[in-house]
């Protein structure tokens, strides 16, 4: 199982950033995916998830309002939008797979998540 993002890069606040994350090497059919980010000194922490064969996403506080996560079933291929990006997004941004999770579960529980890929750097500036 793979799982590659790319997307990432330098931008200004209040910019905007597109990630996505290739999964290959298991029949993805829309079960739950994540995206989680963890910044230079601190912990990993969840960002958004989403379980599209059902619609369900779930988003942090930090990213509500501000990213979208989203799915292209046929591309197997997961996508975080940032809109109004701030300093504090400065992270390396990590896509993770939870094939076995149920909809009920597809939260923030980095445990879940079986599979995860090797990350991309999101650096924003004032």
């Known amino acids: 199982v793979q799982l590659v993002e790319s997307g990432g890069g330098s931008g200004q606040a209040g910019g905007s950033l597109r990630l996505s994350c290739v999964v290959s090497?298991?029949?993805?059919?829309?079960?739950?995916m994540g995206w989680f980010r963890q910044a230079t000194g601190k912990d990993r922490g969840g960002v958004a998830s989403?379980?599209?064969?059902?619609?369900?996403?779930n988003y942090a506080d930090s990213a509500k309002s501000r990213f979208t996560i989203s799915q292209d079933n046929a591309k197997s291929t997961v996508y975080l939008q940032m809109n109004s990006l701030k300093p504090e997004d400065t992270a390396m941004y990590y896509c993770a797979a939870a094939p076995w999770v149920s909809r009920w579960s597809c939260g923030f529980a980095g445990s879940s998540f079986a599979y995860w890929g090797q990350g991309t750097q999101v650096t924003v500036s004032s």
């Open positions: 989403i379980y599209a064969r059902y619609g369900t996403t």
């Open positions: 090497g298991y029949t993805y059919s829309g079960s739950c």
